[in-house]
């Protein structure tokens, strides 16, 4: 029954290190959404994409990029981590027409 | 861009009571209205959404009302339950022509049922 996964729960890597999130759905849905989640701070977009090859930024890009190379995966890149990256990180994918939006289980990356 | 506020941060409530969580959000072309609830080590799954042609939905237990006119929605939890603690993110999205769909969400609100 799984719907989107997420490559990894548990991550911890260096600041300078470049660092990818993989995130993979099996409903053929076009909308994928890549979020951070922090304490008292909720969920805020990184970055979506609404089609392949196609991405907009979300409220938080900066030190961020995505790749979407094919319809169900979505890869979130972390160019250089930096401490203050060090977050759960949340992927969702969603059809068409605002219908219901899946989440993975989250990566917990911590960036030492 | 779409900003939503979530009102309470906390909420703590006896069994059997109601719980309300209020959002208000800024954009008027917003027409889909999600709630999500997050347990413990889990991503969020829906629990309710409404659209802007209705104003309430109700499901069992759980209602979502919206004020278009003062861009205010709402969740309404009867007969609370012990598992009904949680996160509970509000959100809005404006599904427009061409696909672009963003959906923004509230900061959430720790929901505590006491027994």
């Known amino acids: 029954d799984v719907k989107v996964t997420q490559s990894s729960r548990y991550l911890v890597k260096r600041t300078g290190e470049k660092v990818f999130l993989e995130c993979v759905q099996d409903m053929d849905h076009e909308n994928m959404f890549w979020y951070r989640q922090d304490p008292g701070l909720g969920l805020r977009l990184i970055y979506f994409?609404?089609?392949?090859?196609?991405?907009e930024k979300g409220d938080i890009p900066e030190g961020y990029s995505v790749s979407r190379e094919k319809k169900e995966r979505f890869s979130l890149i972390l160019e250089s981590a930096s401490t203050n990256q060090t977050s759960m990180y949340l992927c969702?994918?969603?059809?068409?027409?605002?219908?219901?939006?899946?989440f993975g289980q989250g990566t917990r990356l911590t960036v030492v | 861009g779409e900003n939503v506020e979530q009102h309470p941060s906390t909420l703590s409530v006896q069994e059997g009571d109601s719980a309300v969580i209020k959002c208000t959000y800024s954009?008027?072309?917003?027409?889909?209205f999600p709630w999500y609830k997050q347990e413990l080590g889990k991503g969020p799954q829906l629990i309710i959404d409404i659209r802007s042609n209705v104003g309430e939905k109700k499901d069992q237990r759980i209602a979502v009302t919206l004020n278009k006119t003062a861009k205010h929605f709402s969740l309404h939890i009867t007969e609370t339950q012990p598992e009904d603690s949680a996160v509970y993110f509000c959100a809005a999205s404006n599904f427009a022509q061409g696909g672009s769909e963003k959906l923004v969400f509230g900061k959430g609100t720790k929901l505590t049922v006491n027994p």
């Open positions: 994409s609404y089609d392949v090859k196609m991405k």
């Open positions: 969702a994918a969603a059809g068409i027409g605002n219908t219901e939006a899946f």
């Open positions: 954009d008027s072309a917003s027409n889909y």
